[in-house]
Every structure is written in structure tokens, then in C-alpha cells.
């Protein structure tokens, strides 16, 4: 504790760079600290064993995180500035274990991920990329009308996650007249929408089963086999959670053999290289994540770990700690 104090009073503290903040933030960053770039070193082992001690700060995002392996080449560190509201991708365990504040960007992001969940679900369910695709590939011309679609009204949206981001997407579906029921793993007080104690159980009683809970070991393949058998021939499956949330190969089993009508991801495993068998698939509404990417949430998420940094290294309280 002597010597990083020592450091603070003597120089800029240096940080990592994982994933980069937006521009402006970056600049805030760069006239605060001295930032090390490991995400555009060519070398990146190199520049962690020459920087690696020094470090006392981590700028990432939950596309990278931070792994076991690179924290534990950061002896010094003292704080993970996360950019992103799930921080499924961070060692958590690790960071604890020493101590380490991680810190994430929830709520400023929350409206523009609901935005993004109800139009996938209003695209899958009414058709509206099939029928862009109809037009432009001249399938309206040649064969006629595109097949009918499904209705909305009435239906039933199954919120796995009913967290601040599930709570707004329920408020959207409700407007668009639909029922909301949600599962997690406790039952919220003073809630009016109706609860259900499993995965397989909110499947079994929803159209559209929506995922908006975190990632991680907890959740992994939390949709199974099981609960898109619930699901059933009539149900769709909307993701803006995680990949790995869903069992994906089961996933793809299930929309090639019709065994549910119809899945609109924001999420996969290993992005940008998803299973390319989606491609093929008409069923299917695929966006390359982003939930959150809007330039007014990004500037608010970048803000955020600016802010986060300067109030660890100015003694203060951290604005939104994990
Ligand atoms: P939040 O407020 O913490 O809500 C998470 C919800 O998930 C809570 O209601 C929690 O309820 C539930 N949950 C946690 N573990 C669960 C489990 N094992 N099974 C079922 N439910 C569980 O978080 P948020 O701000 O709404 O964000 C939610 C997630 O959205 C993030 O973690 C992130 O992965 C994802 N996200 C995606 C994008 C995108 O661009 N697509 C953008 C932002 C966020 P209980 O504690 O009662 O279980």
C-alpha cells in the first residue's frame, strides 16, 4: 500500500486498455493517465510482461473482459473500469480474492437493450426482415404475397431475467398488448406480473421466451433441450442476453427441424464467428450485438468508466461497483 501511494503522488497511474472507450473518453483517459494499449500491441505478451507490474488500472468491455490469466499478470492492480453492463467475461472470482473493485455501466444502457429486444421480437414474430428480403430479392414480384405471419396482441412474453433491462422490455411488450410473466431465481415483491419457479415452467405458459438474464457459469445452457421442448412448435426465442445462455447446437436443431417457430439473437457463442449455420436458416433474426450500441449509450457508458477511474484514484466512492 506504501509504494502504490507513493506512485499515485509521483505519477499518472498507468492502465490497461483492453477494449477501448469512445473517442471522447479516450481522450479524457489519455490526458489523466498513462494508457498502454494491449488492444492494438501486435505483441501483446510482450507488452504485459514489460508493463504488467505497473499497472494499476483495467479498461475493458464484456466483449474481452478480463481473464484469470491476464490478472494474474497484473500484480498491482486496483481496479476493472467495465464498460459493459454484463461483466460475464471478467475473472470475478479472481478480482475478489484480491480485493479488486470491478465496476460496470448498468442502467444508462437499459432502454436502448429494450428497444433492441422488442423490435427483434416484433421482427421475428411479424416477418419484417422476411418481408425486406421478399422485396429486394423480387420473391413479391414472382411469387406473390409472403406467408401470413402472427399476431402479437395477446400473446404471452416469458422474461427470463427480470432485472432493470427485463423490467423495461416488459413496460415495451405491455404496450404492445401482450401478457408478461417472468422467471428468476427468487420471486419479486410488489411485482404484478405473474412468476414462474423454472425456465421449463415460464416456457411451457409464454409465446416468446425473452432472455435478458446475465452470463456466466450460473446461466450457461440455462435454455436447454427441455425448455425449448416446452416451448414448443408456436414459440420463439428472443436473445439479448448472452450466448451462452442458450444451448446453441440444440438451438439450431430445434429451428431446423421446426421444433420452435422462430429465434431473433442479438447474442451468440463465439462472436463475431457464430455458427455459420445460421445463415441458412429462414426462421431466424440475427443482429451483431447491438443491444447498447447507440452513440448517445456508448458516450454514457465510456463516461461511466471514466468516471469510475477518477474516483478510485481520488479516494471517492465508485459511482456503480459490481
Ligand atoms: P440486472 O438488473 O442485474 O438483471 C438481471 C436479472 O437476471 C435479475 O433480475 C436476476 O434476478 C436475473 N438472474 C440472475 N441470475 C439468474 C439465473 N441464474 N437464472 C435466472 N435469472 C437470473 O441486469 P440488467 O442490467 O438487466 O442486464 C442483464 C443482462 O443483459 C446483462 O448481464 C448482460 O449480459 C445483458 N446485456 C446485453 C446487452 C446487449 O447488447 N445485447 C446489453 C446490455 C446488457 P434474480 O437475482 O432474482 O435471479
Same mark, same amino acid.
Given at each position: 500500500? =506504501?509504494?502504490? +501511494?507513493?506512485?499515485?503522488? !509521483? ?60 490478472? %494474474? ?37 437499459? =432502454?436502448?437493450?429494450?428497444? *433492441? ?17 421478399? *422485396? ?33 422490455? !416488459? ?31 415460464? !416456457? ?34 428472443? =436473445? ?15 429451428? +431446423?427441424?421446426?421444433?420452435? +417457430? ?17 445463415? %441458412?436458416?429462414? =426462421? *431466424? ?20 468508466? *471514466? ?16
Amino acid at each position: 500500500p =506504501n509504494i502504490r +501511494k507513493e506512485k499515485s503522488m !509521483a505519477t499518472k497511474p498507468d492502465i490497461l486498455v483492453v477494449v477501448p472507450t469512445r473517442p471522447k473518453q479516450m481522450e479524457m483517459l489519455e490526458s489523466a493517465y498513462v494508457l498502454h494499449r494491449h488492444d492494438k500491441a501486435d505483441d501483446r505478451d510482450a507488452l504485459v510482461k514489460e508493463v504488467g507490474e505497473k499497472i494499476r488500472g483495467v479498461v475493458t468491455m464484456g466483449s474481452k473482459g478480463l481473464s484469470g490469466d491476464l490478472l %494474474a499478470r497484473l500484480p498491482n492492480l486496483e481496479i476493472v473500469a467495465c464498460g459493459s453492463v454484463g461483466y460475464d467475461t471478467v475473472d470475478i472470482d479472481g478480482c475478489k480474492a484480491r480485493d479488486i473493485p470491478v465496476t460496470n455501466t448498468p442502467d444508462v444502457l437499459t =432502454n436502448d437493450v429494450a428497444d *433492441v429486444a422488442m423490435a427483434l421480437t416484433f421482427d421475428i414474430v411479424r416477418g419484417l426482415t422476411r418481408g425486406e428480403r421478399w *422485396v429486394r430479392e423480387g420473391l413479391w414480384r414472382d411469387k406473390g404475397m409472403m406467408p401470413l405471419t402472427t399476431t402479437l396482441t395477446g400473446k404471452t412474453m416469458g422474461i427470463i431475467g427480470y432485472g432493470r433491462i427485463g423490467k423495461a422490455i !416488459a413496460q415495451r411488450a405491455e404496450a404492445f398488448e401482450m401478457n408478461v410473466a417472468y422467471h428468476g431465481r427468487t420471486k419479486q415483491d410488489g411485482v404484478s406480473h405473474a412468476y414462474f419457479g423454472s425456465p421449463e415452467a415460464l !416456457a411451457q405458459a409464454c409465446d416468446v421466451l425473452m432472455l435478458a438474464c446475465p452470463g456466466g457459469d450460473e446461466t450457461k445452457g440455462l435454455v436447454s433441450r427441455e425448455v425449448l421442448q416446452a416451448l414448443g412448435p408456436d414459440g420463439y426465442v428472443v =436473445n439479448i442476453a448472452r450466448g451462452s445462455v442458450i444451448d446453441e447446437p440444440v438451438l439450431l436443431e430445434f429451428l +431446423k427441424e421446426k421444433k420452435i +417457430k422462430g429465434a431473433a439473437l442479438d447474442v451468440f457463442e463465439n462472436e463475431p464467428k457464430i455458427d455459420e449455420t445460421f445463415f %441458412a436458416l429462414e =426462421n *431466424v433474426v440475427l443482429q451483431p450485438h447491438v443491444g447498447s450500441g447507440t452513440e448517445e449509450t456508448r458516450d454514457a457508458m465510456s463516461q461511466l468508466v *471514466v468516471d469510475n477511474l477518477a474516483a478510485h484514484f481520488a479516494g471517492k466512492p465508485l459511482l456503480t461497483p459490481v
